[in-house]
């Protein structure tokens, strides 16, 4: 190894980023506990906007003024691969919520396993899945259940596809060929667009139509925290993806330097899996 | 430029090369940077975010002693004399939070911070800005945190664990503040962890194999993966609690199909784990200490590094064992408790190890090597009280008592906290240049041992007496040991004034420390000048002569 490691001397992007976070994170404390300070929220969500803006602009520069080694790039490589890990325990706590929920919670409260005393609680209750009838009848569950078959099938194939024209544009990108690589790049984010824009109507018409709700019961509690997180982190890999499709128009990316592009790629793919996870054990199952 | 020099002992050489170094740049004593504040807040050096750590560590240690002292003047006596019970469990809550979560993770990721890239021969942590995020996170989690005491109806107040509906429908308001100051923590924890398994796997020097790393390295390479496979579940519950509380759902809520003991499910498999990330850099640091001290290479290298791995795969398997009393399926209880007991063997290997290295040793007793001997002695009889709650039947009865108290107290206090003083006092000479004064670090020691065997020994009694934790009144019987514990808990919370004494003493002047600060260091920090300049090894040392010292 050459000593080329490049070790950046200071940067203020960090410091200020510990703060944007701090006040965005009591902001959206004040308007949940207090029901005001929304203001505060914003201004704290674009200033955590603004550093990652910034700091992830001062990475781009120092890579194409060529100050990073092989050395470098490993270190990005391993960091963007447990940060992956760390994003699979994440959504493995939900899942496992989803698991224990319909494999023990729900069984147990109708009376089942040994002790069987949960049913005493509420001896009217019976297990099912999807729960539409919540065991305090103060809480009404969902009349209706989102069928597999439709949007969330449309969704898939999005999805699926999406990672498909991905690795079709990485190919293309690897060889050298940028305007192939730039075309499956924007399909990729039609799709990835598509996807939210159905998830966006499926929640819509869940809420209005199907009685399923945040408040209804376990069932709405799971569909909208599964769901709504991997959203979320399919927000995150359009954004990303646009980063890296405007980076392809400014020139920036070589045939063997690209790692952000390919960061994102895995980060697309990851999405991608979890949401299989999705269609099988919210949806169909 | 390593190559071209003749061969000689490699340690010496990379002596020579990075002394002369030092003395080409004359960076020791130049900095270029910014000065002030603004030197510590913009910083992206391992060394100065190293320290920064160490001295929030130290700082949040103390916070959250004068909780714990809160809660030992009550316990003094029977009866209400000091706080009300509602202010009672805000202390006991915040002692374990601030504990956790702000004194030991924290003072573990410093000496990380600074020793991981000495040890490897790394110019740098893999990844110098995010690792000056991970640290700016803490101050604002904690004082978020800690803001929560002046809140409307108080802060925090169902026990470290915040177990549902516990936090979620009887918390106070400011619950949804303490779920937020522990994401922020959180992020730091992953964010820290990723760096430091970056550093390790892609920044050792040329050369250095995976076992030919210190054992602080390895225990820091598995505490990092534990880190990054379990504060994400955290998150996960929390998240789920913040929706409980904020926004209607019934993930902890049986009427609305939930389950609480989901709750402790999730909680454990993150709790679990998290002993083992408090106590397995504990393990790293002793199995540096006993060997430089008993001047022996450490017995059984490979097997510590397996028994780690072993310890950490474990961990993920046994996390119902702290909740035999929920309710659960005899299959369930039985498999964890054969799980847990599993646990003692590979422990045991380690605590064997240690005791053989020091076997016909030449051992000395420096502060350091006092405070590892101590470890060895008192994290072992934490092992056994562990042992003991592992039993299902047993554990029936010492359920929520004080034996729990002493037990976990055993492990965390002269185990986790004595290796990190342990830890600082043996590496404070490549810190700061001088050698701490050993006679105030005798007295030290000594007050400690004291005074933590005073307050928990006599928690063991109290406990398998029937006396329940988390308790500001208790019956008449309990009034002696409580006594004991009390006075043993001040003598132990005082005697840590001496040791800030020592560290401002020895930064400010004492005897000067060579490079080798101690004889029988063999690591390679101990081959850069003390005080370690500010840059180390930005030319990467060349290991690949190394004759192999560990096996």
Redesign the interface.
């Known amino acids: 190894?050459s000593?080329s490691?490049y070790?950046?001397?200071?940067?203020?992007?960090?410091?200020l980023?510990?703060?944007a976070?701090?006040v965005m994170?009591?902001g959206?404390?004040v308007v949940?506990?207090h029901g005001v300070g929304s203001l505060i929220m914003a201004l704290g969500t674009v200033a955590v906007l603004a550093v990652m803006w910034f700091?992830f602009r001062d990475v781009v520069i120092e890579s194409r003024q060529g100050l990073y080694d092989a050395?470098m790039d490993?270190?990005f490589r391993?960091?963007m691969g447990?940060?992956i890990?760390?994003?699979i325990?994440?959504f493995?706590?939900?899942f496992?919520?989803l698991y224990?929920?319909r494999t023990?919670?729900?069984p147990?409260?109708d009376g089942e396993?040994?002790?069987g005393i949960?049913t005493l609680?509420?001896p009217d209750f019976t297990a099912s899945w999807p729960?539409m009838n919540?065991?305090?009848s103060?809480?009404s569950g969902p009349h209706d259940i989102v069928s597999p078959w439709q949007l969330p099938l449309v969704n898939t194939l999005f999805l699926v596809t999406s990672s498909i024209t991905l690795t079709v544009s990485h190919e293309a990108l690897k060889e050298g060929l940028r305007a192939t690589a730039r075309n499956w790049l924007i399909v990729t984010l039609v799709l990835g667009a598509c996807f939210l824009i159905v998830q966006g109507v499926e929640y819509y018409e869940a809420y209005t139509h199907y009685g399923i709700t945040?408040?209804a019961?376990?069932?709405?509690?799971?569909f909208?925290?599964l769901t709504g997180f991997h959203g979320f982190h399919v927000t995150i890999g359009v954004v990303t993806l646009a980063v890296m499709l405007a980076r392809i128009l400014k020139g920036h990316f070589s045939r063997d330097d690209h790692f952000a592009f390919e960061a994102g790629a895995w980060y697309w793919h990851f999405v991608d899996v979890v949401w299989i996870g999705l269609f099988l054990f919210v949806y169909v199952f | 430029m390593a190559p071209k020099l003749p061969p000689q002992h490699p340690l010496e050489h990379s002596t020579a090369t990075t002394a002369g170094q030092a003395h080409e740049h004359d960076d020791h004593h130049h900095y270029g940077g910014p000065g002030g504040i603004k030197r510590w807040l913009l910083t992206t050096n391992h060394k100065e975010i190293g320290s920064l750590y160490l001295i929030f560590s130290l700082s949040m240690f103390f916070i959250g002693g004068i909780f714990a002292l809160v809660v030992r003047a009550e316990l003094f006596q029977p009866g209400l004399q000091l706080v009300q019970p509602e202010f009672f469990n805000q202390m006991t809550t915040m002692h374990g939070l601030i504990m956790v979560f702000g004194a030991v993770m924290p003072a573990f990721v410093g000496l990380a911070n600074w020793m991981i890239p000495l040890q490897v021969g790394a110019p740098d942590m893999a990844l110098p800005r995010l690792n000056n995020f991970s640290f700016w996170l803490l101050p604002v989690a904690f004082g978020l945190l800690l803001s929560t005491l002046f809140m409307p109806g108080g802060a925090p107040n169902f026990g470290w664990t915040f177990y549902a509906p516990l936090s979620t429908d009887y918390g106070p308001p400011s619950t949804t503040f303490f779920i937020f100051s522990l994401h922020i923590a959180g992020i730091s924890s992953i964010l820290g962890a990723i760096n430091i398994i970056a550093t390790i796997l892609n920044m050792r020097a040329p050369g250095m194999r995976m076992m030919d790393m210190p054992l602080f390295v390895w225990t820091w390479l598995i505490t990092a993966f534990l880190l990054i496979a379990v504060m994400p579940v955290l998150a996960g519950v929390i998240t789920m609690m913040l929706m409980d509380i904020n926004f209607g759902t019934s993930f902890f809520d049986a009427g609305g199909g939930g389950d609480p003991v989901l709750f402790q499910h999730l909680f454990w498999f993150f709790g679990h784990p998290e002993v083992y990330i408090m106590i397995l850099p504990a393990f790293g640091i002793v199995s540096a200490i006993v060997p430089t001290f008993a001047r022996k290479p450490l017995f059984g290298y490979a097997s510590m590094v397996y028994a780690t791995a072993s310890i950490a795969i474990l961990s993920f398997l046994v996390w119902v064992h702290h909740m035999f009393v929920v309710g659960l399926p005899l299959a369930a209880e039985l498999f964890f408790m054969y799980t847990t007991m599993l646990i003692a063997v590979p422990t045991g290997v380690k605590v064997f190890n240690w005791v053989t290295t020091l076997f016909r040793g030449s051992i000395t007793f420096e502060t350091p090597m006092l405070f590892s001997l101590a470890f060895i002695v008192m994290f072992t009889i934490g092992g056994f009280s562990g042992l003991m709650l592992a039993i299902v039947p047993a554990d029936f009865q010492y359920h929520d008592t004080y034996f729990v108290v002493a037990h976990f107290h055993y492990v965390l206090v002269p185990g986790a906290i004595f290796a990190i003083i342990a830890g600082v006092y043996y590496w404070l000479p490549k810190w700061t240049g001088h050698y701490p004064d050993e006679r105030l670090g005798r007295w030290h020691f000594w007050l400690s041992v004291i005074g933590v065997n005073l307050t928990f020994f006599p928690m063991h009694f109290s406990g398998l007496a029937g006396m329940p934790r988390r308790i500001p009144d208790y019956a008449l019987q309990f009034a002696d040991f409580n006594m004991v514990s009390s006075l043993g808990g001040f003598l132990f919370g005082a005697s840590q004034l001496l040791f800030v004494a020592v560290l401002i003493k020895c930064v400010r002047g004492g005897e000067k420390a060579p490079a080798k600060a101690w004889e029988g260091a063999e690591d390679l920090e101990w081959s850069v000048p003390s005080p370690a300049p500010l840059h180390t090894f930005e030319t990467p040392p060349d290991m690949t002569s190394q004759a192999p010292q560990r096996h």
């Open positions: 190894m000593g490691y070790v950046p001397e200071t940067s203020k992007w960090p410091a980023g510990s703060a976070v701090g994170m009591i959206l404390g949940l506990v700091w050395q490993r270190s391993w960091g447990w940060f890990f760390s994003e325990m994440f493995a706590a939900f496992g919520t224990y929920v023990f919670a729900l147990w409260l396993g040994a002790k949960a609680l509420w729960l919540p065991p305090d103060s809480i945040l408040d019961g376990i069932y709405g509690s799971t909208f925290l």
